[in-house]
């Protein structure tokens, strides 16, 4: 099946630093991916759908300029966490959906982000 | 919007026990209905799906309903394996919007 790479795997920062997470469909183009956070013991909640080449469409609540999204090409999305916060930390998952097997999503193996 | 409620875990079985992960849904329309697994250090996997009423998703010897008249999806193996110790999540929608349940920890003993 399709793979998604998803890096890193875990990261730790300091408040107020930045933190830049790659998404990467590695054997297909991924016109749509997606962002999730997830809490301990809590569903995925998803935070921004991101397509190829536009500006990424933010769920409620979510701060656009706090989570950057980046989709510039069909195989790479990044997510930044600017001037992250304890708050911040989380675990966070991408997925991917591509032309050919559109009703199906490829999933990251997800970040932990611990900001201390 | 869509909600979906799952079994809350951890779920701990004996090998070769049956395996039952309640599901049950809200949505409007007729969403289609997932179930994911995520393996330890890994992504999330569909495990299978049902796109209608009455649909049977099956694979890997776990098997779910959709149910429309309880509105629920409950997953089902009848012989679990060590090898099927992982999380499982239950989602509904499609592949343009999920929304997922909480997840359930399952841990097969040998």
């Known amino acids: 099946g399709a793979v998604v790479s998803q890096h890193p795997s875990r990261v730790i920062c300091k408040s107020g630093t930045s933190v830049k997470i790659e998404c990467r469909s590695l054997d297909f183009q991924a016109t749509t991916m997606f962002w999730y956070r997830q809490f301990p013991k809590q569903s995925l909640m998803l935070m921004a759908t991101s397509n190829e080449g536009s500006k990424a469409t933010y769920e409620q609540g979510v701060e656009k300029d706090k989570f950057l999204i980046n989709h510039a090409s069909l195989t790479l999305s990044t997510l930044t966490v600017t001037s992250a916060h304890p708050e911040d930390s989380s675990f966070y998952i991408c997925?991917?959906?591509?032309?050919?097997?559109?009703?199906?999503?490829?999933f990251g193996s997800g970040t932990q982000l611990s900001v201390l | 919007g869509d909600s979906v409620t799952q079994m809350e875990g951890p779920v701990t079985l004996s090998e070769e026990a049956f395996l039952t992960i309640n599901c049950t849904y809200t949505a409007t329309g007729y969403p289609s209905l997932f179930w994911y697994v995520q393996y330890p250090g890994e992504g999330l996997q569909l495990l299978l799906k049902?796109?209608?009423?009455?649909d049977k998703g099956s694979n890997k010897g776990f098997e779910a309903t959709y149910r429309k008249e309880t509105t629920s999806f409950h997953l089902e193996k009848g012989s679990v394996q060590v090898s099927d110790s992982a999380v499982y999540f239950c989602a509904a929608g499609s592949a343009r919007q999920l929304t997922f349940g909480s997840g359930t920890q399952l841990t097969v003993l040998p």
């Open positions: 997925s991917a959906r591509g032309d050919r097997l559109r009703d199906e999503l490829f």
């Open positions: 049902a796109t209608k009423a009455d």
